[in-house]
């Protein structure tokens, strides 16, 4: 095979894509459609809930048009880190999608189910023999840490997705993945250079977004040959340049030369990026490297609460002008109020948009503030009722509070919405972001074979 082609439908399974995109990329003959289905950008809430980020309708959308069309061409069907978070509930609910699409449409094929969620007792065991070490900035682990998450997932590489295919399976649905293995594994089943493919991988699981301009929600294709890879948007709208696709490669991470994954990294100090036509680029040079020992990347998150909010705006110049100290001083009168009760473990916040909302967490940012500023309260607690309280006694704090030069005599803040307070429900961390190193990266993964 001289020439391996794939089919990127969207950056996200759940994002959709044009109908029109799909046609064309399923024109160009893909051995393989290949989808991300999530990530750790939206944060711990959904590993540690057990929820999709995405909706379950726009999932089945999705899915509904790629599966038949895969089956039709005689491809496979590749999804990674299903349901969002990729957690065994996570890939539940997408396996429960697939049984509706089969039922429905009545199709006949062969699914792969790969799980990777870790059993704690079996992450312990490795604490113990000293195979687990922390990411930057996560902190040493501790077999308190391993009790204390709700799930612990790991990302698996490309081997569980090569055994898959071995074995026939059609369609391939599994848990937490190192994101390019999904679009990389048929490819180093077939022998082609595993730098390149991983590479390719990298940019295509975002799909258009590495085109101009960018879309998270339309296709892109990757032509992957012996000594280079190219990629092209499946829409008229969008062109890759060597820009697009050379920004993307550094999407991410922190080193713009060494990409790590599971067993190795992507090294890209040759890289070359060519344009070869008005919307196409040739990528060459790109090399893996493998380390000498194999690790994969855990993600757990613990239960720390559970948070109720209230938005509220403020128009007054005055007041905006002294909101760092109103902020303080209220923070300071519920803190005391509560005391009174024996309450103090809660976390309360003021973040703060139109003044520094987003890069107020970087201590040496610019200030600079807007005329209008959209003050969101934040209380986290042991249970919701406490938070509740916490967030309802702030919010009514700082609508009545009394600063120097006040004028209005009625409320500070405008409340957009009514009830306006929102309980949020559980709030989660990351407790566990680590490497482990292991043996085999195959045994670690299992997979489960359903017939339709």
């Not at 379950?56 to 599966?67: A, T, Y």
């Not at 996570?90 to 969620?117: G, P």
């Not at 709700?150 to 190192?178: C, D, K, T, W």
């Amino acid at each position: 095979m001289k020439e391996l082609r794939i089919l990127s439908p969207t950056a996200i399974l759940g994002y959709g894509f044009p109908m029109a995109s799909f046609e064309e990329g399923m024109k160009r003959k893909p051995h393989v459609i290949a989808v991300d289905a999530g990530s750790t950008d939206p944060g711990p809430y959904y590993l540690g809930a057990g929820k999709s980020f995405t909706d379950r309708n726009s999932v089945k959308r999705d899915l509904e048009i790629m599966i038949p069309a895969a089956l039709e061409a005689g491809i496979p069907v590749i999804v990674g880190t299903a349901g969002g978070s990729g957690a065994r509930p996570h890939v539940d609910l997408t396996v429960d999608i697939v049984k509706e699409i089969a039922r429905e449409k009545q199709l006949s094929f062969k699914l792969a189910v790969i799980q990777s969620e870790f059993d704690k007792e079996f992450v312990k065991e490795n604490v113990r023999k000293g195979n687990i070490s922390p990411l930057f900035p996560a902190k040493e682990i501790s077999e308190k840490d391993v009790d204390e998450a709700v799930h612990i997932v790991a990302q698996m590489g490309e081997e569980p997705f090569i055994e898959a295919l071995e074995n026939g399976a059609n369609v391939i649905l599994a848990g937490r993945s190192y994101d390019p293995s999904v679009f990389s594994a048929l490819a180093i089943k077939n022998g082609f250079n595993k730098g390149l493919a991983i590479h390719l991988g990298k940019i295509l699981e975002c799909a258009a977004i590495a085109a101009l301009p960018g879309s998270g929600s339309d296709c892109m294709f990757g032509y992957l040959h012996e000594d280079n890879f190219v990629l092209e948007p499946l829409s008229p709208l969008r062109k890759c340049t060597t820009l697009s696709v050379a920004a993307h490669t550094l999407y991410e991470k922190t080193n713009p030369y060494i990409l790590p994954g599971p067993g190795g990294a992507i090294n890209l100090h040759e890289s070359k990026f060519e344009q070869i036509d008005d919307n196409k680029v040739r990528v060459s040079g790109s090399r893996f490297v493998p380390t000498e020992e194999y690790f994969v990347k855990l993600e757990g998150v613990k239960r720390v609460g559970y948070r109720t909010i209230s938005c509220a705006g403020v128009k007054d110049p005055i007041m905006i002008s002294k909101i760092d100290d109103i902020t303080q001083s209220v923070k300071e009168r519920v803190q005391n109020n509560f005391e009174t009760y024996g309450i103090t473990d809660f976390f309360l916040d003021f973040k703060i948009y139109g003044r520094n909302g987003v890069m107020g967490m970087f201590p040496d940012a610019p200030q600079s503030a807007g005329d209008e500023l959209l003050i969101i309260i934040e209380a986290v607690a042991p249970t919701q009722e406490q938070a509740d309280t916490i967030c309802g006694f702030a919010r009514s704090t700082m609508l009545h509070f009394g600063y120097e030069g006040r004028i209005a005599t009625a409320g500070n803040l405008a409340f957009p919405f009514s009830p306006s307070d929102a309980k949020m429900g559980e709030v989660f961390e990351f407790n566990i972001y680590h490497l482990m190193r292991v043996d085999d990266p195959k045994t670690l993964f299992p997979i489960e074979y359903i017939e339709f």
